[in-house]
C-alpha cells in the first residue's frame, strides 16, 4: 500500500494512502459531500450511482491493476481528498492514464490537491507502464489550471460545450505530461 505523509501550508499534516475496498461507505459519503460544494466535478449530488459493495470491488480493481491507482488524503482523520489514476488494459491505451482529483471546499488552498497530484506523478513515473497522464478540466476552473501547469501540465486543446451545469454550458481544457 502506498502512503505518504505531507506537511500542508497552515503546518497540519495530511495522510495520503491508497484506497482501500473498506473505505467504501466513506468515499461515498465523502464524494456526495463534495458534489454539493462545487459544480466543478463531472457528477452533481446524487449522480454517482455506486453501492459500497461497487465501490468497494472498484478499490479492489484498482489495487489489482498495473496502471491504476486510487487515493485518500486524511487530515486528522477525516477524508478531505481524493485523486485517482483510471487506464485501460487494452495493449494500445494502456500506456495513457487518466487523472481526476477533488478536495473538499473547506481545505482549498492548504496545498493538498498539490500534494495529492504530486504523489500521482510520482506514481505514474515509476510505474512501467504507464507514459502520459491526461485530464480535463473546465476552462473557467483557474486555480485548478494553474495547479496543473504549475505541475508540467500542457494544454492540448479545448473541448467545446462538453459540461453543463444548470442550462449553462462550458469548455473543457484538455491538458497531458508525458511520465
Not at 468515499?27 to 449530488?45: C, K, M, Q, W
Not at 491505451?93 to 473538499?104: D, I, K
Not at 473546465?138 to 496543473?148: E, G, K
Request: net charge negative; charged share 25%; proline share 2%.
Amino acid at each position: 500500500m502506498t502512503t505518504s505523509i505531507q506537511t500542508l501550508k497552515d503546518g497540519r499534516v495530511l495522510e495520503i494512502c491508497e484506497a482501500q475496498p473498506e473505505d467504501a461507505e466513506r468515499v461515498l459519503a465523502y464524494v456526495e459531500s463534495v458534489s454539493n460544494e462545487t459544480s466543478f466535478l463531472t457528477f452533481g449530488p446524487g449522480e454517482l450511482g455506486m453501492t459500497r459493495d461497487q465501490e468497494a470491488a472498484f478499490f479492489q480493481a484498482c489495487q489489482e491493476s498495473p496502471n491504476e491507482i486510487y487515493l485518500l488524503g486524511r487530515l486528522d482523520g477525516t477524508l478531505v481528498g481524493s485523486a485517482n489514476i483510471g487506464a485501460s488494459g487494452r495493449s494500445r491505451l494502456r500506456h495513457r492514464g487518466e487523472l481526476a482529483m477533488s478536495v473538499s471546499r473547506a481545505f482549498w488552498r492548504l496545498g493538498i490537491g498539490g500534494a495529492l497530484l504530486d504523489h500521482l506523478l510520482s506514481w505514474a513515473r515509476t510505474n512501467p507502464i504507464l507514459k502520459k497522464l491526461d485530464l480535463r478540466v473546465r476552462v473557467d476552473h483557474a486555480a485548478a489550471i494553474a495547479l496543473y501547469r504549475g505541475r508540467g501540465f500542457t494544454e492540448e486543446g479545448v473541448l467545446r460545450n462538453q459540461f453543463v451545469v444548470d442550462g449553462e454550458f462550458f469548455d473543457l481544457l484538455a491538458m497531458g505530461i508525458d511520465v
